[in-house]
């Protein structure tokens, strides 16, 4: 059975002082009523039903065979109105000022001349394509799905950990597992008012559509499809339940085609032409005729139809110079430079490793710090200080020195905790939010998002690549958010 646990050293999502704090205690009182039995029961229940619908992503280079099932936690990560409205207007803001930045590099250069952002930094990153400059795009909007990944402090206080805004995943997972939830332990939701998901996806549909590109005659229709790598990537089912969910064809390179700069699938009735393609392989695969030459995933000349205004590609093409780990470290300064206000979330302090005296104070602290590689993602070429061996320590001092620009540090942030039902026990887990923040015509942030769990006990990092699960994200409504 659950029994409260220390918190002292860390902010805890669900315990204050030992016991449940108030929007988490018709939860608790719930979970007291059920015995070991039953709650072994329900989570082999809610695991096998994940297995059962194939809710599963790949891990490269794993041992045992790819493909794995979603680790699920049964135990909801609960926000309040008050701090949701904080995070919704915080995720708003920065997506928007993000959106500038984009379409400010890609154009007229404004922050780079202003010198709020060394211009280096964004015209030398491997991630800023050229092939692209002064591409005019539908809405001027280059970010349509935007994942950012927040982390509470010690204190509580929410702050940015990462953008993510090439192609972010996960948001499938956000409607499986309140479907699994609700199928498994629908008790929990008696006694809650909480905001749902319905017409979230249409929103996403409609802001889809939205982009429509240039050329598009006034009196037609878009016709959107969804891009795979295929069966093989890590985020397949994701991209199979988004195409269905948002009703579009979800397509591979193979099956689309680019005559006289105009994009069309290959169908059984023939050719149909493509509007929009929401598409879910990097930059580097989209077009073999102008990035990687061995690229079996993308479509050639598609860059070609793009610039023309004959197709919208969703995220924009070049997005991840904006995701970088070096340029996070400005956001806050692109929020004041392009819409002048000041951060509503902050970021986590972070290090330049390419300043000779920062780079000299981390080289002497890195048992202390979190070092990440500035285009890496899911968990990869991260040296956790803390729990780093002295070989790991000097293994990352050797590449720090050797290529100082691709690194950046951060404080070892003591991350908040949930409690976490796994191996027939409850134990303390870190968490991290992953918000996903949809962009057509307005702006919306989807209500919840995917509430990431290092299962791990101890560990920081909550990717599923490297062992992490997930939870429910539950978002209470104003009025009566939870029934006494």
Known sequence: MFQPYETKHYYDEMLENNAPKDHYKAFYEKLSEFSEDELRQKNDAAQSSFLKQGITFTVYGAEGGTERTMPFDFVPIIITHKDWEIIKKGMTQRVEALNHFLHDIYHDQKILKAGIIPAALALNNPYYYKEVIGANIPLNNHIFLAGIDLIRDENGTYRVLEDNLRNPSGMSYVFKNR?????????????????????????????????????????????????????????????????????????????????????????????????????????????????????LLGVPNILEAYKKGNVAILNAVGNGVADDKAIYSYVPDMIRYYLNEEPIIENVETYMLTNPEQREWVLEHLHELVVKNVGASGGYDMLIGPHASPEEIDQFREKILENPSQYIAQPTIKLSRAPVYQNNRFYPCHVDLRVFVMKGKETNVLLGGLSRVALKEGSLVVNSSQGGGAKDTWVLKEEAHYVK
Request: without cysteine.
């Open 179 to 295: 479907a699994i939830m609700k199928q498994v332990y629908p008790e929990f939701f008696s006694k809650y008012s909480l905001h749902t998901f319905e017409h979230q996806l249409a929103t996403m549909r409609e802001a889809l559509l939205s982009h429509r590109p240039k050329n598009l005659a006034a009196d037609q229709d878009p016709h959107a499809v969804l891009l795979t790598a295929g069966i093989y990537n890590s985020a397949y089912y994701d991209h199979v339940f988004l195409a269905k969910q948002l009703n579009i064809a979800l397509v591979e390179g193979k099956d689309i085609i680019v005559k006289d700069n105009i994009v069309y699938m290959k169908t059984i009735r023939g050719l149909e032409r493509v509007d929009i393609i929401y598409r879910r392989i990097d930059d580097d695969f989209l077009d073999p005729t102008v990035f990687r030459e061995d690229s």
